[in-house]
Structures are given as C-alpha cells and as structure tokens.
C-alpha cells in the first residue's frame, strides 16, 4: 500500500490550498483518514482527521479555516485550507489506517509530506 499527497506550495496569507492523497494497493477498508503536519522545530502533529462514517475532528487552530473529506470509492482524502496563516508552514503528511483484509491488522500509512509554505 503507497500514499501519495499532492497539493503543497508557496502560497500568501489569506490564501488557499487543496491537499489531495491517494492510497493505492491492496485495500480491504480504509477506517481513519487524517492529515498531520510538523513545522520547523515542532513536533508533528494532527491536524484534521476523518472516520470511514464521516466524523470529522480538527485541531483547535485550523477550526473554520480547515476541511478534511474524504471519497471512500477513490482512497481519498483531501484537506482544503483557506485563510491560510503564517504559523501554517509546514510539511503535511496524509495518513490512513487500514485493514489488507478482512481478518488482517489494522495497519498504518503514511504519505511522503507535501510542503506548504505561507508567505507575509
């Protein structure tokens, strides 16, 4: 299983971006879907997270700027970021926790990271 984040770039502040990720391979079910970022000297951490029923939480900062969904017939997860800030400079990682099959673990992924940097 691979996923692959697309979507990161330079952008000003008050600006907008769309982050895409796409698991590919064999999946049975994909459960929880979420995106994760570390900035410069941070630690990494979740941003926005959604459940395979649609339950969506955010982390307090991002709330009313920041849209996770995702479309379970593609493997995908999407973040769309408005309102960009300075302080959203970093590189976001997608994560999904999925079973290969229906009697296998639950199992964690990650994606390469997309670096979003937001200018003044």
């Known amino acids: 299983v691979q996923l692959q984040a697309f979507g990161g770039g330079l952008v000003q502040a008050g600006g907008s971006l769309r982050l895409s990720c796409t698991a590919f391979?064999?999946?049975?079910?994909?459960?929880?879907m979420a995106w994760y970022r570390q900035g410069p000297g941070n630690e990494r951490e979740t941003v926005a997270s959604?459940?395979?029923?649609?339950?969506?939480n955010y982390i307090e900062s991002v709330k009313g700027r920041f849209t996770i969904s995702r479309d379970n017939a593609k493997n995908a997860v999407y973040l769309q970021m408005n309102s960009l800030k300075l302080e959203d400079t970093a590189v976001y990682y997608c994560?999904?926790?999925?079973?290969?099959?229906?009697?296998?673990?639950?199992?964690?992924?990650w994606g390469q990271g997309t670096q979003v940097t937001v200018s003044s």
């Open positions: 391979g064999s999946i049975f079910s994909i459960y929880r």
């Open positions: 959604v459940a395979s029923g649609g339950s969506t």
């Open positions: 994560n999904a926790q999925l079973r290969q099959s229906g009697s296998g673990p639950m199992q964690s992924y």
